[in-house]
């Protein structure tokens, strides 16, 4: 019997949310938007964490069954447009995260309910584990537009720190620790959710195939049945202002790892449409 359980993953900010909230309109399927809080579990290591997790998943699922509270990446909203507010303050150019964590209420699903359950460094650190207890699909994007949204975001990333991560592959921390530039740590990270994606063998989906099939490439994926969203469409950061790091970044990237998925032109296109012309992200 197929598992009513699924869980997806993938480089912040390269879409995980949208996919999430393309999910939710899909029939008989519910996706949750970081149910669970990497800090607040015991154990650290994977033979230790995983029954852990599995255990909280669990948890989740019977509560949805009953109708009872789920802790939710966001306590106000099941679909989220995205965690991050589109426009900086006037005294900083550094984005707000909106979403704010806690309880959500949401109806009793029934048993015939596809629930997708979103986590991304934490899962990242333990895919090899949990693709063996979960179908799993991983997310990734063109990473000048990851690194772009980095830059300009109030999250641990903007500083070249991913804790989700960090706590479930200490060599990642260690690395990390030993680098004292940000965007030079902002390009490990990247090029650790890639390595950790391609290494497991699980599925990898393109944030530009989701855009470019209104979704379909995402319902393929996740093998449910949605219907196209014709709302959907590419969306560039225009930063001028980053052409100095971004520009250092695409002379930095791993581009024989990211080769099967982005190429030498994808990446200077990218770039010149962020530093040139492009649309708010």
Do not use: F
């Given at each position: 019997m197929p598992s009513p359980i699924s869980l997806v993953t993938g480089i912040p900010r390269s879409g995980t949310t949208l996919a999430c909230k393309l999910l939710n309109g899909v029939d008989n399927v519910i996706a949750l938007h970081e149910p669970l809080d990497p800090q607040?579990?015991?154990?650290?290591?994977g033979k230790e964490v995983i029954p852990e997790i599995k255990s909280n998943i669990a948890h989740i699922y019977r509560s949805l069954l009953a109708g009872k509270d789920i802790e939710h990446g966001d306590s106000a909203n099941l679909v989220l447009d995205n965690?991050?507010?589109q426009s900086s303050?006037?005294?900083?150019?550094?984005?707000?995260?909106?979403?704010?964590r806690g309880l959500l209420s949401i109806p009793a699903i029934t048993p015939n309910t596809h629930v997708f359950i979103k986590q991304n460094a934490m899962f990242a650190a333990l895919v090899n584990e949990l693709k063996a207890e979960y179908p799993l699909v991983a997310i990734v994007r063109n990473p000048i537009d990851v690194l772009t949204s980095w830059m300009t975001v109030n999250l641990p990333v903007n500083r070249g720190r991913i804790p989700g991560g960090e706590k479930f592959c200490p060599p990642l921390s260690e690395t990390?620790?030993?680098?004292?530039?940000v965007v030079a740590r902002q390009v490990t990270i990247y090029h650790w959710f890639l390595s950790q994606f391609i290494a497991s063998?699980?599925?990898?989906?393109?944030y530009e195939d989701i855009i470019a099939t209104k979704g379909l490439a995402l319902f393929k994926a996740c093998?449910?049945?949605?219907t196209p969203d014709n709302a959907l469409f590419p969306r560039h950061a225009y930063r001028p202002e980053l052409t100095a790091p971004l520009t250092?970044?695409?002379e930095h990237l791993n581009y024989a790892l990211l080769?099967?998925?982005?190429?030498?032109?994808?990446i200077a296109h990218s770039l010149a449409q962020t530093t040139a012309n492009g649309s708010p992200n």
């Open positions: 607040k579990l015991a154990a650290s290591q965690p991050v507010s303050s006037n005294d900083t150019p550094i984005r707000a995260t909106r979403a704010k990390l620790n030993g680098i004292n530039d063998g699980v599925p990898i989906l393109k093998q449910v049945n949605g250092w970044v695409a080769a099967p998925y982005y190429s030498t032109h994808d």
